[in-house]
């Protein structure tokens, strides 16, 4: 069953050289959670195992899937849902009212030509679900 009520989630995020949100299922699943990617709309969701409580996907049109959630301060936003991606990460205005802080360990991001991606820090954002 998908969300009825607005759960609040804390989401950690590098912020870097990079255009848009994304979130890395490899992260979304050490956290405990199921991520599926379905032919019908309604396959594609994450799912936390514990609760049963599920987030939807939605097809982007370009093979990417996306997250809708609100910040706090009421904006309505969306993070791409990255199965390639190693971290989680997101450009340096996003979520800006949420500060930057030092990383727990700097890392080194490349694009997928190859190329260094600058790291600045870390943010955590603290977002709702719309469902």
């Not at 409580?53 to 990417?64: E, F, H, Q, T, Y």
């Not at 949420?98 to 955590?124: C, Q, V």
Request: hydrophobic share 35%; with cysteine.
């Amino acid at each position: 069953t998908c969300l009825r009520r607005r759960k609040k989630m804390a989401l950690a995020f590098q912020v870097a050289d990079v255009k848009k949100p994304l979130i890395s299922v490899r992260r979304i699943v050490e956290k405990g959670n199921l991520v599926s990617f379905g032919p019908k709309p309604e396959d594609n969701f994450i799912e936390n195992r514990t609760s049963g409580d599920r987030i939807a996907l939605k097809p982007n049109g370009k093979c990417s899937y996306l997250m809708a959630v609100v910040f706090e301060s009421g904006l309505a936003t969306e993070i791409t849902v990255d199965s390639g991606a190693e971290e989680n990460v997101c450009p340096w205005e996003w979520g800006e009212e949420f500060g930057l802080y030092e990383p727990r360990t700097w890392m080194k991001f490349r694009n997928a030509s190859g190329g260094l991606i600058d790291h600045w820090g870390e943010r955590e954002v603290v977002v709702t679900s719309p469902f």
